[in-house]
């Protein structure tokens, strides 16, 4: 028996709670830190992701965070103005960073577990102007040659986006503030802290749909995920 022959009933008791609530995805906040705005050229210095849960309620608050410096690869571009915005030095002696493709494979196997954990069918990418990361993401995965990315190629969730609509803010800093959360300039432009905001900043909006998501799609249950 394949998915679409099962009845809806059997297959939210296979799903997690929050498979059935994104589809059969897995939203996982990144965060990038890099040396200019040029995926395919330019150095990836920092990679960030932080793990989303579900708990009974169907609220959702952010997990573990996993993060890791990263060596600039062979050739890559670094953008003085870009690196003055991070502070980031990429050849400081006590930098512990990681070549590219080993921060990669290891993010991916933590995004691989948690997948599999939650019973999800792959993780999507949640990030502050998304795109951006997603591109760097992919242009790391190509250069490496990685063939099990767990996430979508293309499809994310903004919540830069998402900040507009709910917040009516759309820079990171001050739609954390709208939503109720501290931002500290001085902590910013760090992989960790931005994932870990965005992180908050996108799990406080989806709890404020909580009740129009309730009252509208509970009844509705993935049975593919095209997007």
Same mark, same amino acid.
């Given at each position: 028996m394949n998915q679409l022959d099962k009845h809806p009933k059997e297959l939210e008791q296979e799903l997690s709670? +929050?498979?059935? /609530?994104? =589809?059969?995805?897995?939203? &996982?906040? +990144?965060?990038? #830190?890099?040396?200019?705005? +040029?995926?395919?050229?330019? $150095?990836?210095? #920092? *990679?960030? $992701? &932080?793990? %989303?849960?579900?708990?009974?309620?169907?609220?959702?608050?952010? !997990? #573990?965070? *996993?993060?890791?410096?990263?060596?600039? @690869?062979?050739?890559?571009?670094?953008?003085?103005a870009s690196l003055e915005v991070t502070g980031i030095d990429p050849f400081h002696p006590l930098r512990p960073a990681l070549d590219e493709s080993d921060a990669i494979r290891r993010v991916f196997k933590e995004v691989r577990r948690e997948v599999k954990t939650q019973k999800c069918s792959r993780a999507i990418l949640v990030g502050h102007n998304a795109f951006f990361d997603l591109q760097f993401l992919n242009a790391a995965v190509e250069?490496?040659? +990685?063939?099990?990315?767990? @996430?979508?190629?293309?499809?994310?969730?903004?919540?830069?986006?998402? !900040? !507009?609509?709910?917040v009516g803010q759309t820079v990171l800093g001050r739609a954390v503030v709208a939503a109720g959360f501290d931002w500290d300039d001085n902590q910013a432009?760090?992989? $960790?802290?931005?994932?870990? /905001?965005? $992180?908050?900043?996108?799990?406080? *909006?989806?709890? =404020? @749909?909580?009740? %129009?998501? #309730?009252? =509208?799609?509970?009844?509705?249950?993935?049975?593919?995920?095209?997007?």
């Open positions: 709670c +929050i498979a059935q /609530r994104f =589809r059969g995805f897995l939203p &996982v906040v +990144i965060d990038v #830190e890099t040396g200019g705005f +040029i995926a395919a050229t330019d $150095a990836l210095l #920092e *990679i960030a $992701a &932080v793990l %989303i849960r579900l708990d009974k309620d169907g609220r959702v608050s952010p !997990g #573990e965070t *996993i993060r890791y410096h990263v060596k600039p @690869f062979p050739g890559a571009r670094l953008d003085p250069r490496a040659n +990685i063939k099990r990315n767990p @996430f979508h190629p293309f499809s994310s969730f903004d919540t830069a986006t998402l !900040g !507009g609509v709910a432009h760090s992989s $960790a802290y931005d994932a870990e /905001r965005t $992180a908050l900043l996108f799990c406080e *909006i989806v709890n =404020r @749909f909580k009740t %129009i998501y #309730e009252g =509208r799609y509970t009844s509705t249950t993935p049975s593919d995920h095209r997007t």
